[in-house]
């Protein structure tokens, strides 16, 4: 009933991470680069997901008409079903990956009928020698977000982080889907080198 004495009281790993200021030169070296891994690798900086999200995504869950991804809670860390908006630059990267589409149903296929290896991104990073991992850019996400004045409560469900106890998550059941589109859509802004300063007032983003 007792939790394991031997992992009682050690810290928690950290995932190393690109302060935000710098993603935009990977991003810029990974749509030169354009295959498959380096399409995940955008997409997964762009919508701020996990490794597993990004590489298990199937057609089925991508509605270009409504730019949303929908990923069900079975794949989902917190087993809630989870919708991303997609920003144009997201997008441009599923059309991509659309038009070379065969009868893989992952959007990012690796051997038939399987998605992409789950160690493709990581070791892409590794031979561009970027000095972080591939879920330290949620943590470039999360800085980014607290610093240009995004609400708490919005950045955490762009990344899918519980809010409040269990009792008030029972109760609060909004998923702020349209509030967080012009939040990724800034985000997507900033990493690709659209961004316009003083254009973005996401301190009004929940207006």
């Known amino acids: 009933m007792l939790a394991n004495p031997k992992k009682v009281g050690k810290p928690r790993g950290n995932h190393r991470a ?3 200021a710098q993603t935009p030169a990977p991003m810029a070296k990974l749509t030169e680069i354009d295959t498959t891994a ?3 690798l955008r997409l997964t900086i762009l919508c701020a997901t996990r490794t597993s999200e990004t590489l298990g995504a199937t057609w089925d869950g991508i509605d270009f008409d409504d730019a949303t991804w ?3 809670k079975e794949r989902m860390k917190m087993k809630k079903p989870h919708d991303i908006p997609l ?4 997008l441009a990267i599923l059309r991509a990956q659309e038009s070379v589409r065969g009868k893989n ?3 990012f296929p690796g051997r038939p009928m399987r998605p992409l290896s789950s160690m493709s991104m990581a070791m892409l990073m590794r031979r561009m020698k970027i000095d972080a991992t591939v879920h330290g850019f949620r943590t470039s996400f999360r800085t ?4 240009t004045g995004v609400a708490f409560e919005l950045a955490e469900h762009c990344l899918v982080h519980a809010v409040g106890n269990a009792a ?3 109760y609060n059941r909004t998923t702020l889907l349209e509030l967080r589109r012009p939040v990724m859509t800034a985000w997507a802004n900033y990493v690709t080198g659209e961004a316009d300063d003083n254009v973005i007032p996401l ?3 929940r207006s």
Do not use: K, N, T
Not at 87 to 90: G, L, Q, R
Not at 144 to 147: F, H, L, R, S
């Open 168 to 170: 008030s998550q029972a």
């Open 70 to 72: 929908s990923i069900s």
């Open 38 to 40: 380096s399409r995940a």
């Open 18 to 20: 690109l302060p935000y």
């Open 105 to 107: 149903p992952y959007v």
């Open 87 to 90: 920003s144009d630059a997201a």
């Open 203 to 205: 301190r009004q983003a």
């Open 144 to 147: 980014w977000a607290g610093e």
